[in-house]
């Protein structure tokens, strides 16, 4: 097991029981108490945990009171400006793809992804409702006449240009929203999918329960590598959208869990089960 792989258990195991000890990481990862150490140390230095006597604890969130604003510093993983700027092509491709799936009259959930923003860029002005939580993409639709936009409001967040927190999540509730089209940090060899940010990952879990069809937007960069905080398996998405699937056996796998796979390097798509 990679170091990676193992911290992210380490975290898994955090979020599920709130606390860990050596004893019993040593015995779930099967390396040495002083390699579990060194890792806690690690993620300690990341503020993910604290340390407590033979074992740790989440960590405590920051909280900047100051000016009245309550703050929860917890932002983790390349900020949006970064990220816009990688894999254009692939992201491009994967957005005009997914256009094929938007019917009018939809009422679809865009997320804070860069992806997300691109197929926003794409959409034609048609009669639809759209829902983000990413400031880019209410920005970006702000000049279409047929398209009605709706923005998730919450704490806002300058380093990925979108809203999160509870604030955000509530109206999710409220609406009939019949499709979401949204991508993740990496969709790791345990078979989930995962954020490096877990006010993101509750944020999507909670988007994802609340759409009806689910449309997974991801580049070939993001397969079976290890982020933190875990949205969901990849048997909840009914679709995957991707520029290339290279990996057949994770192929085969996707494919038993009922998941759709539209791969653009093909053209004439046999995968491609089912369109509306």
Known sequence: MLPIERQQRIIDELNINGRVLVAEL???????????????????????LQRSHGGAVLAKKEINTSQNNTRV???QGLSFRQRINEKVDEKMAIAKRALDFVSP?????IDDSTTGWYFSRQLPDIELTVISNSLRVVQTLAARSNIRT??????????????HGVVTEQPLREFQINKIFFSCTN???????????????H???????????????????????????????????????TDQLKN???EKE???????????????????????
């Open 203 to 241: 944020l999507k879990q909670q988007m994802i329960l609340a759409a009806e069809r689910k449309y997974l937007l991801l580049d070939s960069s993001k397969f079976l590598h290890p982020s933190f905080a875990r949205i969901c398996h990849y048997r909840d998405v009914e679709f995957l959208i």
């Open 254 to 276: 996707l494919a038993w869990n009922g998941v759709n796979i539209i791969d653009c390097s093909q053209r004439n798509n046999p995968k491609q089960l089912i369109k509306n």
């Open 187 to 201: 969709l790791s060899s345990d078979g989930y999918l995962r954020e490096e940010n877990e006010n993101s990952a």
């Open 105 to 109: 009259g939809d009422c679809i959930l």
């Open 150 to 163: 709706i923005c998730l409001g919450g704490e806002y967040s300058d380093r990925y240009e979108s809203f």
């Open 73 to 75: 510093v917890n932002e």
């Open 26 to 48: 040593v015995t779930l990862c099967q390396v040495s108490q002083e390699t579990i150490r060194r890792d806690l140390s690690q993620l300690e230095k990341r503020g993910l």
């Open 248 to 250: 057949k056996e994770l």
